[in-house]
């Protein structure tokens, strides 16, 4: 499995080309910015882009799957309660006021413990609702992709609206914290002092996860 981490947009998020090398099929994680140069990424790479994945529907993370959609041909894929709750004009109308442009409905919607694969790459899905009831995280050869669920050493806001903090601290607990140490985390925003991490040293230093 190869790992491109791209920070992309306004709002420091990072974007993960994952791909197959021996198939070179491939996904992006997030593409919420500069959509014409991972287009053109995809395509230097020589990589057939099967899937738009979103972590989670907020704007900040889906704004870039409509132009990303119209230029590699890739199926956006989403959790079923998020796909649900941000496909409406209210949703839609919050992204224009953000700047963003609204996603349009997912092709595929995933849920808990469900595979995305992309030759022979499999990406299991991780619900990890408390930020978004539609969060997930992703995890492939011991790599997590945590979308806005975990930071490095930080966690995701629980103080907006559908918001869930109790939820949100048992995904954590229950579903990451109990992954192998060794687990490389890959954040959905460039918030942390290093652009990745690891389950232990989340353990360790991470102020919300600390025991
Ligand atoms: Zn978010
Ligand atoms: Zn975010």
């Not at 919607?109 to 790459?121: A, F, L, M, Q, R």
């Not at 299991?124 to 992703?138: M, N, S």
């Not at 806001?157 to 914290?177: C, V, W, Y």
Request: with cysteine; aromatic share 6%.
């Amino acid at each position: 499995m190869e790992i491109e981490q791209i920070k992309v947009g306004r709002m420091v998020v990072f974007s993960y080309l994952v791909s197959c090398p021996e198939t070179k099929e491939a996904l992006i994680i997030d593409p919420a910015g500069n959509e014409e140069q991972l287009a053109e990424k995809v395509k230097q790479k020589g990589l057939k882009l099967k899937y738009i994945v979103n972590t989670h529907g907020h704007a900040d993370h889906t704004g870039g799957n409509a132009k990303m959609k119209t230029l590699t041909g890739a199926q956006i894929v989403m959790h079923t309660a998020d796909n649900e709750f941000f496909n409406n004009p209210q949703s839609h109308g919050m992204a224009r006021q953000m700047g963003l442009e609204p996603t349009p409905p997912a092709d595929i919607t995933v849920e808990d413990g469900d595979e995305i694969v992309i030759g022979k790459v499999s990406l299991k899905v991780i619900h990890t609702p408390g930020h978004r009831a539609g969060g997930i995280c992703l995890l492939a050869e011991g790599n997590l992709f945590s979308g806005d669920t975990l930071f490095v050493g930080g966690i995701g806001r629980t103080d907006i609206p559908g918001a869930s903090h109790e939820q949100f601290m048992t995904a954590l607990r229950g579903k990451l914290m109990t992954l192998p140490d060794e687990t490389i985390v890959w954040p959905g925003h460039d918030y942390g002092p290093v652009p990745s991490s690891t389950i232990e040293l989340e353990k360790k230093l991470n102020p919300w996860l600390r025991r």
